[in-house]
C-alpha cells in the first residue's frame, strides 16, 4: 500500500510539474521575454528555456509513464485488458484508455515539437527573423504548443473523472 500511495503521489507531481512548466512557460516568461528582448535575444533565450524545460519535462513524462502503468498493475489492471472486449462495459476502463491514448499523442507531439519543429524554428528565427521559413515554424511550434497543452488538460481533466467518478 506505501508503494501505491508513493507512486500515485509522484505520478501527480510528474504530473503538476509539466503542467505547471508549461504554464509558467505560456503566461509568464513568454509575454515577459517578448516585452523586454530583441528579435535575436528573444529566439536565444526561448531555445535555452525551451532546452531546460525539455530535458526535464522528459523525465516526468518517463516518470508518468512509469508510476502510471505501476498504479495500474497496483488496481489489479492488466494494460492487455485494456484492448479487448471488457473495454465497452466499462467507464472507467474507457476512460483509462483514452487518458492513454491522449499521453501517446502528447508524446508524439512533444517529440516532434521539441526535437524537430521547435529546433528549425529557433533556428530560421535567429538566421532570418522576418524570413518566410522562420514564420511557418513558429507559426506550427506555435500550434503545436497549443494542442498539446489542451490534451495535457484533457489527460488532466480524465484524471480527475477517473478518481472522482
Same mark, same amino acid.
Given at each position: 500500500m506505501l508503494l501505491y500511495t508513493f507512486s500515485v503521489w509522484l505520478h501527480i507531481l510528474a504530473a503538476a510539474y509539466w503542467i505547471g512548466g508549461s504554464l509558467f512557460l505560456i503566461t509568464v516568461m513568454l509575454p515577459t521575454a517578448r516585452q523586454k528582448l530583441n528579435e535575436h535575444d528573444l529566439a536565444t533565450t526561448l531555445f535555452q528555456a525551451g532546452i531546460r524545460f525539455r530535458n526535464t519535462a522528459w523525465i516526468g513524462f518517463i516518470i508518468l509513464l512509469a508510476t502510471g502503468l505501476y498504479n495500474l498493475h497496483a488496481r489489479g489492471l492488466m494494460l492487455t485488458s485494456l484492448f479487448d472486449g471488457a473495454v465497452t462495459s466499462s467507464l472507467f476502463l474507457k476512460l483509462i484508455r483514452l487518458k492513454l491514448l491522449l499521453f501517446g499523442a502528447i508524446l508524439l507531439l512533444s517529440a516532434t515539437h521539441d526535437f524537430y519543429? +521547435?529546433?528549425?524554428?529557433? !533556428?530560421?528565427?535567429?538566421? =532570418?527573423?522576418? +524570413?518566410?521559413?522562420?514564420? !511557418?515554424?513558429?507559426?506550427? =511550434?506555435?500550434w503545436m504548443g497549443r494542442l498539446n497543452f489542451v490534451l495535457t488538460l484533457t489527460v488532466l481533466w480524465l484524471a480527475v473523472r477517473l478518481i472522482r467518478g
Open positions: 519543429i +521547435g529546433p528549425k524554428a529557433t !533556428r530560421y528565427w535567429r538566421d =532570418a527573423p522576418n +524570413g518566410e521559413d522562420t514564420r !511557418r515554424f513558429r507559426k506550427i =511550434a506555435g
